[in-house]
């Protein structure tokens, strides 16, 4: 049967195959570690959990409004408030059943066919795919490794035509763990106020941030930024909920109503338990977010000491999120390998460490490793790829 167009252009997803594959290793009796996943590695808080019990108890397992319930619109308008100062309505707030969906269905009501999305490199894995499914054109800019993999005003401006529609901002990034200062994204913003762009936020790693860096939204700069920003958000990473899929987008009313029509016709609504539980995630204490955010800085500053002295290997120390990104084209070299990728697959066959080249993320010459597992797997899976560079050395 002849699939459709959209479908075949579709590059599937670097991460959820290397996951994939480490588990099939796994799954035939292989002691593998997998550094792959974009999720941290501890359980839901319990007082999450417990609200969510209580919701089912109480018989909230029906369809809510398609765009999410008011409850949990109101813990999010208050969350932005108290963080960065934003004032948000009802009417300007989607929940979906994840960022991602979010991002989605943004995607779908936003572009027309041969609209274009700029997207600073390296980006996260879906962002590409997603605008080509709503027949949009990805315009990649080059987050250059001397400048932290951010992208400066100047190239933004250098590809922006009468067909751009948006740019993507992500602070701190998937996979780099870079974040935008207030005065790079003061500067980015006045590019977009000037050409009349919308901006795409996606600040899903905002609560695990280290070493005293600031998340700054763009949206809490001015109020014109405010206006054409649209943020993107959820549970997922700053209250360990990958599984439950809640996110949310606000912005322009116009936008989140047109997002909450199509959400009606494609999921009818978030998972209900889910929500209840976000609103328990939001209202409720904050310590297990910190406590993990604090486990990931102690798990990063010691593993990136050890990782920079691998053959090889460069990488600056990320400022947020959960993952590390060095070059690594040089130890693919030194070890007699002309690309990264085959690099990557040849320590998982070799040394069972699953990790995610960085083509994936649109930088060839990169590999991704979460440290969002525990410390002794971390320092065992660095020991491994270690003894492959000692093994296959010229």
């Known amino acids: ?179 935008y200062t207030r005065e790079e994204l003061e500067a980015l913003g006045q590019v977009c106020v000037k050409h009349d762009i919308l901006i795409v936020s996606d600040e899903i790693y905002e609560k695990l941030v280290y070493d005293g860096n600031e998340h700054v939204s763009i949206a809490q700069l001015s109020p014109e930024l405010k206006e054409r920003t649209i943020i993107i958000n959820g549970v997922s990473k700053s209250h360990s909920m990958t599984g439950w899929r809640i996110g949310y987008a606000a912005g322009n009313k116009e936008i989140i109503k047109a997002m909450t029509n199509l959400a009606s016709h494609s999921t009818s609504n978030p998972t209900s338990v889910a929500q209840y539980a976000s609103i328990a995630a939001y209202n409720g204490t904050q310590e297990p977010v910190e406590t993990m955010r604090q486990a990931f800085e102690d798990r990063l500053n010691i593993i990136y000491e050890k990782l920079i002295q691998i053959p090889g290997f460069s990488c600056i120390k990320p400022q947020g999120a959960f993952y590390l990104f060095p070059n690594a084209i040089e130890a693919a070299k030194l070890t007699g390998f002309d690309t990264v990728d085959a690099w990557v697959e040849a320590i998982l066959e070799e040394e069972k460490v699953a990790l995610v080249p960085g083509s994936g993320f649109g930088a060839p010459e990169n590999v991704r490793l979460s440290y969002a597992t525990s410390l002794e797997l971390l320092e065992k899976a660095v020991d491994r790829i270690q003894h492959f560079m000692n093994n296959h050395m010229k």
């Open 1 to 179: 049967m002849k699939l459709a167009k959209r479908v075949s252009a579709l590059t599937p997803s670097s991460t959820l195959a290397i996951t994939a594959k480490a588990k099939e290793l796994k799954a035939a009796g292989h002691d593998v570690i997998g550094l792959g996943a974009g999720e941290p590695d501890f359980n839901t808080p319990e007082h999450i959990l417990e609200a969510a019990v209580k919701a089912m108890n109480e018989g909230h397992t029906k369809y809510t409004p398609s765009g999410g319930l008011a409850s949990l619109k109101k813990s999010i308008i208050q969350k932005f408030q108290q963080d960065q100062g934003l004032e948000y309505t009802l009417a300007e707030v989607i929940v979906c059943s994840g960022a991602k969906h979010a991002l989605y269905t943004l995607f779908q009501v936003l572009l027309d066919e041969g609209d274009e999305v700029i997207i600073p490199t390296p980006y996260w894995v879906s962002y590409p795919e997603q605008v080509k499914l709503a027949q949009g054109i990805p315009v990649y800019v080059e987050g250059r490794e001397e400048n932290s993999f951010k992208i400066t005003p100047q190239q933004l401006e250098a590809v922006i035509t009468d067909k751009t529609k948006a740019v993507i901002i992500n602070s701190p990034s998937n996979p780099t763990g870079m974040i």
